[in-house]
């Protein structure tokens, strides 16, 4: 499989990145801003192709696109130009790191520190989201919950669009085993907004690290 990550630079696009050359044989191309500096760990490895620019290169972009099977964009900022470039090239699987309470569906004591913190979405996010989802591509934006590093912990549960966001927290570990779970299982989630929390923490009122 050839997979496309962006953003690749993120603590958990390289998490994603050492798992993938680890336990897989697929082919990655890492996209990142000062890549060949920040990614350098990875230029004589021949599987990865490193690319040195910003998710606003539509042109680059479509350059690189072609042939990839999997989109990942660790981030869901400015993806217009992404959309355009899948769709330009015929790609059409796209998995996106995103965040909780999009939709206001985060209630309760948690919901209330949440927006304390972050305040609610913003309308560019709320458009954003809008066209990934009328994109017509096989997307799976995920909301995380709080992000924490654990070693080990892989461990999370999910929620769909429609049903209440529960949980406070969740690994940075388990986010890249649900994407690997993805990979695993193609139908998986697809056209799908997911939840993604880590089992026991739904009834925290903050994550436990704060």
Do not use: C
């Not at 630079?9 to 990142?32: F, V």
């Not at 090239?89 to 927006?115: C, D, M, P, Q, T």
């Not at 990979?183 to 989630?189: C, T």
């Amino acid at each position: 499989m050839k997979i496309l990550i962006l953003g690749a630079a993120g603590q958990i696009a390289h998490q994603l990145t050492e798992r993938l050359l680890n336990e897989r044989d697929d082919q990655l191309t890492l996209y990142a801003r000062r890549a060949n500096e920040r990614l350098s760990e990875y230029k004589n490895n021949p599987r990865v192709k490193i690319v040195d620019g910003d998710f606003s290169n539509e042109a680059l972009l479509k350059e690189i696109m072609p042939g990839q099977d999997v989109v990942f964009v660790y981030s869901d900022h400015d993806t217009e130009p992404i959309l355009e470039a899948m769709k330009a090239s015929g790609i059409k699987r796209i998995i996106i790191a995103g965040v909780l309470g999009v939709y206001g569906e985060v209630a309760g004591k948690f919901g209330e520190w949440n927006r304390s913190m972050i305040g609610d979405a913003s309308p560019a996010r709320h458009q954003n989201l809008q066209m990934i989802e009328d994109s017509g591509l096989d997307y799976t934006y995920m909301r995380m919950s709080w992000l924490y590093n654990q070693k080990g912990n892989v461990a999370y549960a999910t929620t769909q669009k429609g049903e209440p966001f529960v949980g406070a927290q969740v690994t940075r570990e388990a986010i890249v085993q649900y994407v690997l779970d993805l990979l695993d299982n193609p139908k998986r989630d697809i056209q799908a907004s997911v939840g993604i929390y880590e089992p026991g923490s739904e009834k925290l009122d903050k994550p436990s690290f704060y």
